[in-house]
Nanobody
Framework: QVQLVESGGGLVQAGGSLRLSCAAS??????????MGWFRQAPRKERERVAA????????DYADSMKGRFTISRDNAKNTVYLQMNSLKPEDTAVYYC??????????????WGQGTQVTVSS
């Protein structure tokens, strides 16, 4: 059983920052063998790709609207992936999910998903 648990969401004013974390666990889950991604879904909208990071963290991929504002990183010793979000905008309001893939990239198929953490940006 693989568990991905997101944390760090909350309410922030426009222009502020948040850092999301996603802790992975599982008896047979080899975190450093998985690409990781962040996605988000706003009310009444489809799920949107945010960022992805490769197994070793040396490659990253971002959706165009997040480039320059969001940074994905990972700590394989802690089985954790992070999403640093700066210059937040009200349109960034959504539930943010992390996911794990045997491949890498925003377009890769993701095998495991977390439950999500709410991010609300006030204007």
């Amino acid at each position: 059983q693989v568990q991905l648990v997101e944390s760090g969401g909350g309410l922030v004013q426009a222009g502020g920052s948040l850092r999301l974390s996603c802790a992975a666990s599982g008896r047979t889950f080899a975190f450093n063998n998985y690409g990781m991604g962040w996605f988000r879904q706003a009310p009444r909208k489809e799920r949107e790709r945010v960022a992805a990071i490769s197994w070793g963290g040396d490659s990253t991929d971002y959706a165009d609207s997040m480039k320059g504002r969001f940074t994905i990183s990972r700590d394989n010793a802690k089985n954790t992936v992070y999403l640093q979000m700066n210059s937040l905008k009200p349109e960034d309001t959504a539930v943010y999910y992390c996911a794990a893939s045997r491949a890498y990239g925003l377009g890769a198929p993701y095998d495991y998903w977390g439950q999500g953490t709410q991010v609300t940006v006030s204007s």
